[in-house]
């Protein structure tokens, strides 16, 4: 790739005060430099416009857009209408990104072979329970086969976080769908890839995304995340795998197995002790990486907030699509 083509840089950002400094701050410092930073505003009620507007002062390759909705996917294509380069690269608000994480991204399109390339998004922890988040996100325990999580070698994936993409591609698969609130990365992907493309893993370009750092926040995330993903799954009910369903499952399973066991508590926890066992060996195995007994002690309760939040999700989603059809019909 000559040095001097210009690459469109992309951050979506709604009230992100207080980490949208050091990503753009992550994003100026890229080893290429020609690069168009559309930084696309939600109606940030924050300092969020105001931080842009400190870089822009200093650096006058930074753009600011204002999006009439607080919706990802309309961000990223009125960033996508303002794109005046052949490749966009996506950046997370919540993220830091190692200076080669442009040129790595691009040279990998360049290459022909892929629709998408994205890198491995590793979490970064300031609480105890922030590094407890971290380290559980970056288990196949907690995460299942997201590979961009806890990949170690470049190989063909069927999603990739934020990701780096050619603009052309993006305007004839006719941008993100502005119709989903989550889940809108994985919707893309996945028409991409029915579309005949590859999506390329590669763990050398790095993303340090900004985890949440408590339990209860984790728990509201991966809500939005199930709940997100029965918009997905009713446009492409193939989109659907295994790891996509085992939350629900079990969400279902320790419910009803609750109300006919309540006044039976011991057959109850028999019912539940094989996820008890797994959640204690994934923890153990787990909290080996981490250095403070206080970080280590989260981290069964992040195994279950994701699981347990993303099926609750998940169900909440398929009652709110039932009452808006029933609705509908009516």
């Given at each position: 790739?000559?040095?001097?083509?210009?690459?469109?840089?992309?951050?979506?950002?709604?009230?992100?005060?207080?980490?949208?400094?050091?990503?753009?701050?992550?994003?100026?410092?890229?080893?290429?430099?020609?690069?168009?930073?559309?930084?696309?505003?939600?109606?940030?009620?924050?300092?969020?416009?105001?931080?842009?507007?400190?870089?822009?002062?200093?650096?006058?390759?930074?753009?600011?857009?204002?999006s009439p909705r607080?919706?990802?996917?309309?961000?990223?294509?009125?960033?996508?209408?303002?794109?005046?380069?052949?490749?966009?690269?996506?950046v997370d608000a919540?993220?830091?990104?190692?200076?080669?994480?442009?040129?790595?991204?691009?040279?990998?399109?360049?290459?022909?072979?892929?629709?998408?390339?994205?890198?491995?998004?590793?979490?970064?922890?300031?609480?105890?329970a922030g590094r407890?988040?971290?380290?559980?996100?970056?288990?196949?325990?907690?995460?299942?086969?997201?590979?961009?999580?806890?990949?170690?070698?470049?190989?063909?994936?069927?999603?990739?976080?934020?990701?780096?993409?050619?603009?052309?591609?993006?305007?004839?698969?006719?941008?993100?769908?502005?119709?989903?609130?989550?889940?809108?990365?994985?919707?893309?992907?996945?028409?991409?890839?029915?579309?005949?493309?590859?999506?390329?893993?590669?763990?050398?370009?790095?993303?340090?995304?900004?985890?949440?750092?408590?339990?209860?926040?984790?728990?509201?995330?991966?809500?939005?995340?199930?709940?997100?993903?029965?918009?997905?799954?009713?446009?492409?009910?193939?989109?659907?795998?295994?790891?996509?369903?085992?939350?629900?499952?079990?969400?279902?399973?320790?419910?009803?197995?609750?109300?006919?066991?309540?006044?039976?508590?011991?057959?109850?926890?028999?019912?539940?002790?094989?996820?008890?066992?797994?959640?204690?060996?994934?923890?153990?195995?787990?909290?080996?990486?981490?250095?403070?007994?206080?970080?280590?002690?989260?981290?069964?309760?992040?195994?279950?907030?994701?699981?347990?939040?993303?099926?609750?999700?998940?169900?909440?989603?398929?009652?709110?699509?039932?009452?808006?059809?029933?609705?509908?019909?009516?």
């Open positions: 790739m000559p040095d001097d083509e210009l690459v469109t840089l992309v951050i979506p950002a709604l009230n992100e005060e207080r980490f949208l400094g050091p990503c753009l701050d992550s994003v100026r410092q890229q080893d290429y430099p020609n690069l168009q930073i559309v930084v696309v505003d939600g109606g940030s009620t924050d300092g969020t416009v105001g931080v842009v507007r400190q870089h822009m002062a200093d650096d006058d390759r930074i753009e600011l857009l204002h607080r919706n990802i996917p309309t961000q990223l294509n009125l960033a996508v209408a303002q794109a005046r380069s052949r490749w966009l690269v996506r919540h993220s830091i990104v190692d200076p080669a994480y442009v040129r790595l991204s691009v040279e990998r399109l360049t290459e022909g072979r892929w629709g998408g390339v994205g890198g491995r998004k590793d979490g970064v922890g300031r609480t105890s407890a988040i971290a380290a559980a996100m970056a288990s196949r325990f907690g995460v299942g086969n997201s590979t961009y999580h806890h990949g170690t070698e470049p190989q063909e994936v069927d999603h990739i976080p934020f990701g780096a993409y050619p603009v052309e591609l993006i305007r004839g698969l006719g941008g993100w769908d502005e119709q989903l609130s989550a889940n809108e990365d994985f919707e893309f992907d996945y028409r991409l890839r029915k579309a005949g493309h590859v999506l390329l893993f590669d763990p050398a370009i790095v993303i340090k995304w900004h985890s949440r750092q408590s339990i209860r926040d984790l728990f509201r995330q991966y809500h939005r995340y199930g709940r997100g993903k029965v918009d997905v799954a009713r446009l492409h009910p193939e989109s659907m795998s295994l790891r996509h369903v085992v939350p629900p499952a079990f969400v279902a399973y320790a419910l009803v197995g609750g109300l006919i066991l309540w006044r039976r508590p011991l057959r109850l926890l028999a019912l539940l002790a094989p996820y008890g066992i797994a959640i204690t060996a994934a923890s153990v195995d787990t909290g080996r990486d981490l250095e403070s007994p206080a970080d280590r002690a989260y981290v069964p309760l992040a195994f279950a907030a994701m699981h347990v939040g993303w099926g609750l999700g998940f169900w909440s989603g398929l009652l709110r699509t039932a009452i808006s059809r029933r609705r509908s019909a009516s």
